[in-house]
């Protein structure tokens, strides 16, 4: 943090740093023949496990932020549940928009560091879920290796994404509720919107699926190429008995509670606040960085937003 903010303060930062790269879309036409029902099940004996980060922003102006990552993960067996997590402090220098996508590509990191610890000794009766697409390889994507780990220990890999606006149909709508639209079940998959594509770093089919009959709610569910070969219906009914949890209803409870378990509390924020504060005092350049959090954070004041945290999360970095 130091480091890079010194050398912003002395030296400034090149215009148009860093352009980040967008997901693709993906737009195809809805096909009713895709679409298979699902078998609810009210327990099942295998093992859940899930991994999400969080990005809260700690002191920021228009060309640079101190953010903290925490990253968590969730196991479920049966109504057991066991938790750990991991915050480490990020700083970036560049446009909002801009840092926006390198702490995505942050993000994705500490969840496969994560995601592999977990996955040690991990069997066949495993599910891993991740939050988002299944790219794996290079910037802004999961590893590699946490594939090829799952895939040699036979874990089912999948990922879910809370939304998809890069899923579309063939007019640019929404494919998620055109696919709701068409569908006849109260659970369901349609698959696949499209097959995975290593070449183009898409490790998974693309699916969509609805795992409650009491929620409207759909979401897009890559699988890993490599669990294809089996009957897609069987693989992803286990995941209706974790998706009737009244917080999350709808929504696997173990992505559900990876994710509330990733949320800092407002005393580790100020404390993490307040640690960066006394650093950047010792390096001499807290008043010239103040001054830029002064030229851009009168809209958070009348708000009421007095520290940057107050205002969420990443779409505000």
């Not at 109504?79 to 390198?102: C, I, N, P, Q």
């Not at 879920?129 to 594939?147: I, Q």
């Not at 919107?193 to 089919?205: F, R, S, T």
């Amino acid at each position: 943090m130091r480091e890079r903010l010194r050398a912003y303060v002395e030296k400034g930062r090149a215009i148009g740093f860093g352009e980040a790269k967008e997901e693709p879309i993906i737009a195809v036409k809805p096909e009713k023949t895709r679409i298979r029902a699902l078998k609810g099940l009210r327990s099942c004996d295998v093992h859940y496990m899930a991994v999400d980060c969080s990005t809260r922003t700690l002191r920021r102006a228009n060309n640079w932020g101190i953010y903290l990552l925490r990253v968590s993960s969730a196991m479920v067996k049966e109504r057991s549940v066991e938790w750990d997590f991991e915050e480490r402090m990020f700083t970036l220098v560049g446009e909002a928009y801009v840092r926006r996508k390198l702490l995505q590509d942050a993000r994705l990191e500490l969840e496969s560091e994560m995601a592999l610890r977990l996955t040690g000794d991990a069997g066949d009766q495993t599910y891993l879920l991740l939050d988002g697409a299944s790219y794996f390889g290079g910037e802004r994507k999961f590893r590699v290796s946490l594939y090829e780990r799952c895939q040699k220990n036979h874990i089912r890999l999948l990922t879910i994404s809370k939304q998809s606006p890069t899923l579309r149909d063939e007019k640019g709508r929404d494919f998620a509720a055109a696919a709701c639209a068409l569908a006849e079940d109260s659970i369901w998959v349609y698959h696949p919107v499209i097959k995975a594509n290593p070449h183009e770093h898409l490790y998974g089919d693309v699916s969509v699926v609805k795992l409650s009959g009491e929620s409207p709610r759909v979401f897009r569910c890559d699988v890993m190429d490599y669990l294809t070969d089996q009957p897609i219906d069987e693989l992803l009914s286990p995941l209706t008995a974790i998706s009737e949890d009244p917080r999350c209803i709808g929504y696997p409870v173990v992505l559900w509670l990876a994710h509330d378990f990733s949320a800092p509390s407002e005393s580790q924020l100020l404390n993490y606040y307040d640690i960066a504060e006394a650093k950047l005092g010792d390096a001499g350049i807290l008043d010239v960085l103040r001054r830029e959090e002064l030229s851009s954070n009168f809209a958070d004041e009348l708000h009421g937003n007095r520290y940057a945290f107050n205002r969420e999360w990443i779409d505000y970095a």
